[in-house]
Nanobody, 120 residues
Framework: QVQLVESGGGLVQPGGSLRLSCAASGNIFSIKTMRWYRQTPGKERELVATLTNGDSPNYGDSVKGRFTISRDNAKNTVYLQMNSLRPEDTAVYYC??????????????WGQGTQVTVSS
């Protein structure tokens, strides 16, 4: 019904930048909140950034000042610009979104994840 597809991950050297994208598709009426999470093996999924329509973005302490979340509502797409990347940013990055589909209560959907590796 609703799919989220991430892209833009890859291998980057420390200090480099990457831009992740997450596009939502399906019978979407509206999307209230879009988020980026990340997860490394053996650890819990960590909230990286949140952006709700009409609100200022929120960031996890570990990425403040380095990452920027933005969205294009016309394209149902959320972005994560990651600068000054560090080896500890290495993780699988997931997006999720609170999506309203016609006649169905708001539901949270997840993407499949994209790997980001920061290494020299």
């Amino acid at each position: 019904q609703v799919q989220l597809v991430e892209s833009g991950g890859g291998l980057v050297q420390p200090g480099g930048s990457l831009r992740l994208s997450c596009a939502a598709s399906g019978n979407i009426f509206s999307i209230k909140t879009m988020r980026w999470y990340r997860q490394t093996p053996g650890k819990e999924r960590e909230l990286v950034a949140t952006l709700t329509n009409g609100d200022s973005p929120n960031y996890g302490d570990s990425v403040k000042g380095r990452f920027t979340i933005s969205r294009d509502n016309a394209k149902n797409t959320v972005y994560l610009q990651m600068n000054s990347l560090r080896p500890e940013d290495t993780a699988v990055y997931y997006c999720n979104a609170d999506v309203a589909v016609a006649f169905i209560p708001i539901k949270t959907y997840w993407g499949q994840g994209t790997q980001v590796t920061v290494s020299s």
